[in-house]
């Protein structure tokens, strides 16, 4: 019987991969949508973390800030965004919710003007040049507004806990450079990041780490990865981090009593089940 269950779960999967699906057993599929924007934000709710105030840098259409919607409606936002391509929806989503303000313009350190590279996708568009040989990948150039998080968080009612996420294809540091004031009352920080030199003069993975640490920041949860077609390799993942002594570190403890206790029962289910399809 254990061989007949085997064949049969191997002629679906192989029917759903035709068909561009894959299936995950039952007590992965949690995992999976864990791993969402969605997913890891609800936990951090279920945890105790509630923003009063939510800062989208790198807004585009709109989807952190409707995603945070769901989950905290009663937060305030404030959301950035240069590309004049992504108004409309983002007009829309201020009409439907008062408590959300718009800035249309960049975030780095200074303010000012300067000139974006508008890639043919757009969510791409970035500050700086990706090194990509014989593409159109950097697009054309334009000149944007640029501001600080410092500057724009002073206009506003901003109440905490803050939660600031920053996607700006590699300046995310230059960002925060703007940002230090906001960073030091922020309780979340989400960073898009790079595990290769995606960006010219752009900081990577390890880097940016080490940048939050000085800033008493720590790693919480990696989502969104992104790997490459190129050679499959990961490439880029949204890093959560957490103030090192805040309310989602407040317990270093791996489970309860509880939780432990069914998790070595499960572990022994699986042992012997595996050790019965064995001998079988």
Same mark, same amino acid.
Do not use: W
């Given at each position: 019987?254990?061989?007949?269950?085997?064949?049969?779960?191997?002629?679906?999967?192989?029917?759903?991969?035709?068909?561009?699906?894959?299936?995950?057993?039952?007590?992965?599929?949690?995992?999976?949508?864990?791993?969402?924007?969605?997913?890891?934000?609800?936990?951090?709710?279920?945890?105790? !973390?509630?923003?009063?105030?939510?800062?989208?840098?790198?807004?585009?259409?709109?989807?952190?800030?409707?995603?945070?919607?769901?989950?905290?409606?009663?937060?305030?936002?404030?959301?950035?965004?240069?590309?004049?391509?992504?108004?409309?929806?983002?007009?829309?989503?201020?009409?439907?919710?008062?408590?959300?303000?718009?800035?249309?313009?960049?975030?780095?350190?200074?303010?000012?003007?300067?000139?974006?590279?508008?890639?043919?996708?757009?969510?791409?568009?970035?500050?700086?040049?990706?090194?990509?040989?014989?593409?159109?990948?950097?697009?054309?150039?334009?000149?944007?507004?640029?501001?600080?998080?410092?500057?724009?968080?002073?206009?506003?009612?901003?109440?905490?806990?803050?939660?600031?996420?920053?996607?700006?294809?590699?300046?995310?540091?230059?960002?925060?450079?703007?940002?230090?004031?906001?960073?030091?009352?922020?309780?979340?920080?989400?960073?898009?990041?790079?595990?290769?030199?995606?960006?010219?003069?752009?900081?990577?993975?390890?880097?940016?780490?080490?940048?939050?640490?000085?800033?008493?920041?720590?790693?919480?949860?990696?989502?969104?990865?992104?790997?490459?077609?190129?050679?499959?390799?990961?490439?880029?993942?949204?890093?959560? !981090?957490?103030?090192?002594?805040?309310?989602?570190?407040?317990?270093?403890?791996?489970?309860?009593?509880?939780?432990?206790?069914?998790?070595?029962?499960?572990?022994?289910?699986?042992?012997?089940?595996?050790?019965?399809?064995?001998?079988?």
């Amino acid at each position: 019987m254990p061989l007949l269950m085997n064949q049969v779960r191997q002629m679906v999967q192989r029917l759903a991969h035709s068909l561009g699906y894959t299936i995950v057993p039952s007590a992965m599929a949690g995992v999976s949508a864990r791993l969402s924007m969605e997913g890891a934000l609800t936990n951090m709710k279920k945890t105790g !973390f509630v923003p009063g105030f939510v800062i989208d840098v790198g807004a585009a259409y709109g989807d952190f800030t409707r995603t945070c919607l769901r989950l905290f409606p009663d937060a305030s936002y404030l959301l950035l965004e240069p590309l004049e391509e992504y108004g409309g929806d983002l007009d829309l989503l201020v009409r439907e919710h008062p408590k959300s303000t718009v800035i249309k313009a960049a975030a780095a350190a200074h303010q000012g003007v300067r000139n974006i590279n508008i890639h043919p996708d757009l969510v791409g568009s970035s500050f700086l040049l990706e090194p990509e040989e014989d593409s159109d990948v950097n697009g054309t150039q334009r000149e944007v507004a640029v501001t600080t998080i410092d500057a724009e968080v002073k206009s506003v009612a901003a109440d905490g806990p803050v939660l600031l996420k920053v996607d700006v294809q590699g300046a995310e540091l230059d960002v925060l450079t703007g940002a230090s004031k906001t960073v030091e009352s922020s309780e979340v920080l989400i960073l898009e990041t790079t595990l290769f030199n995606t960006f010219e003069n752009g900081p990577v993975f390890h880097e940016v780490v080490a940048y939050m640490a000085d800033r008493d920041f720590c790693v919480y949860d990696i989502i969104g990865n992104l790997y490459r077609p190129l050679d499959g390799a990961l490439m880029q993942v949204d890093v959560i !981090f957490v103030k090192r002594s805040g309310v989602l570190r407040r317990c270093h403890a791996y489970a309860t009593a509880e939780q432990r206790m069914a998790q070595t029962e499960m572990f022994s289910r699986r042992a012997k089940t595996l050790i019965r399809t064995k001998n079988d």
